[in-house]
T-cell receptor
Framework: GAVVSQHPSWVICKSGTSVKIECRSL??????MFWYRQFPKQSLMLMAT?????????EQGVEKDKFLINHASLTLSTLTVTSAHPEDSSFYIC????????????FGPGTRLTVT | AQKVTQAQTEISVVEKEDVTLDCVYE???????LFWYKQPPSGELVFLIR??????QNEISGRYSWNFQKSTSSFNFTITASQVVDSAVYFC?????????????FGAGTILRVKS
């Protein structure tokens, strides 16, 4: 149980285009999902917290107009990287929190984005 | 502020050796959770353990053991009789509910290389 999927697992896009990454909780409802970014050989950095039905909360330094997050249902959150640039190339990982259970996050397998 | 320090950037051992990964944390809260995750080359995070601040009992799970000491704010992880499959990046993480809404703060990670 508690499986989180991400789609796509990897994507290559051209500079200036937008790309959408989906995060789904497959067998549970997630009121909260988190989006992390991991550059090569670095740690995971939280980008934003996404709550179902409300606006996402972005961490300091993360451009909310560039990284659009939508959490339209209890099982799906999407991250759209708009006008992508090579410096946005990274490994994006989402996690989902079980409703009513604190301190328990389930991580997706990650999406590797390469912007050329 | 929350902070997690993993001072060991990279450790190399020979198979069957024991290895300890250090984790030191900072928090002003009395209620918090500590985690260890494994990230193999595939990139997917693997949950290893969660420990709350009120439970200082050491834990053993097979070849893995954890030593939680509040007096030194440390939560160290030991692998006994290491195997090549243990090669991965290991992250220690901290979560404080009240102040930061269950956000996870990760340490920089320790690369473990186990050679045969």
């Amino acid at each position: 149980g508690a499986v989180v999927s991400q789609h796509p697992s990897w994507v290559i896009c051209k500079s200036g285009t937008s790309v959408k990454i989906e995060c789904r909780s497959l067998d549970f409802q997630a009121t909260t999902m988190f989006w992390y970014r991991q550059f090569p050989k670095q740690s995971l950095m939280l980008m934003a917290t996404s709550n179902e039905g409300s606006k996402a909360t972005y961490e300091q330094g993360v451009e909310k107009d560039k990284f659009l997050i939508n959490h339209a249902s209890l099982t799906l959150s999407t991250l759209t990287v708009t006008s992508a640039h090579p410096e946005d190339s990274s490994f994006y990982i989402c996690s989902a929190k079980l409703a009513g259970v604190i301190h328990e996050q389930y991580f997706g397998p990650g999406t590797r984005l390469t912007v050329t | 502020a929350q902070k997690v320090t993993q001072a060991q950037t990279e450790i190399s051992v020979v198979e069957k050796e024991d290895v300890t990964l250090d984790c030191v944390y900072e928090t002003r809260d009395t209620t918090y959770y500590l985690f260890w995750y494994k990230q193999p080359p595939s990139g997917e995070l693997v949950f290893l353990i969660r420990r709350n601040s009120f439970d200082e009992q050491n834990e053993i799970s097979g070849r893995y053991s954890w030593n939680f000491q509040k007096s030194t704010s440390s939560f160290n992880f030991t692998i006994t009789a290491s195997q090549v499959v243990d090669s991965a990046v290991y992250f220690c993480a901290l979560s404080e509910a009240r102040r930061y809404g269950n956000k996870l703060v990760f340490g920089a990670g320790t690369i473990l290389r186990v050679k045969s």
